[in-house]
């Protein structure tokens, strides 16, 4: 298995500004993944996060509004930028054991915006 | 297109009864199928995960069954308990598309009743 952590928690933020979640895995993983998760629905990926290169986005999620890094492989970012309401989510972090091909997910980021 | 349906999307039960959470999905060419728990407001707990080669999984009072032919799963929580109230997601993964696209189902809300 893979242990996860996330930071921030939780955050509430203003319209207009950006967020930066962080994930940490405890072991080196190829393959990272962001997921969302809005209220009363289930969850939907954003993109891969792809070490030493860019991320590849799935459809209806662009670069610009949610930038990621991962400069290494127990390490990412998401940013949610010029943040909305709809914007308001939780925000998963995911890895793919090598393995059995198993997903594992971090606590997630709850995030509102106000 | 993969669209996962979890039936029913709340159940409320007895503590100690046997109860079946149900997942049917709409293409048989699936990777692998995994259950999930989520707890309010936290993230995902994976309990048990089906390669699509195997017909059922078993991890102490939970067992998953999987028919690919007829794309359904089920989950059998055996002798219920008040800590076994979460929410429950079936997620499949696809033969095509990213890597760590799980395409969940919308869960069921499990409570169970002291």
């Known amino acids: 298995s893979a242990v996860i952590s996330q930071k921030p928690s939780r955050d509430i933020c203003q319209r207009g500004t950006s967020l930066t979640i962080q994930c940490q895995v405890d072991s080196q993983v190829t393959m990272m993944f962001w997921y969302r998760q809005q209220p009363g629905q289930s969850l939907t990926l954003i993109a891969t996060?792809?070490?030493?290169?860019?991320?590849?986005?799935e459809s209806g999620f662009v670069i610009d509004k949610f930038p990621i890094s991962r400069p290494n492989l127990t390490f990412s970012t998401l940013t949610v930028s010029n943040m909305s309401p709809e914007d308001s989510s939780i925000y998963l972090c995911s890895v793919v054991a090598d393995n059995y091909n198993e997903q594992f997910f971090g606590p997630g980021t709850r995030l509102t915006v106000l | 297109k993969q669209e996962v349906t979890q039936i029913p999307a709340a159940l409320s039960v007895p503590e100690g009864e046997n109860l079946v959470l149900n997942c049917s999905f709409t293409d048989s060419a699936i990777y692998n199928l995994q259950w999930f728990r989520q707890d309010p407001g936290k993230g995902l707990t994976s309990l048990l995960l089906i390669q699509s080669s195997q017909r059922e999984q078993t991890s102490g009072r939970l067992n998953a069954s999987l028919d690919k032919s007829s794309g359904r799963s089920t989950l059998y929580i055996a002798a219920s308990q008040p800590g076994d109230s979460a929410t429950y997601l079936c997620?499949?993964?696809?033969?095509?598309?990213?890597?760590?696209?799980?395409?969940f189902g919308k869960g069921t809300k499990l409570s169970v009743k002291p």
């Open positions: 997620a499949v993964k696809d033969y095509g598309g990213s890597q760590g696209n799980l395409i």
């Open positions: 996060a792809n070490q030493g290169s860019e991320a590849t986005y």
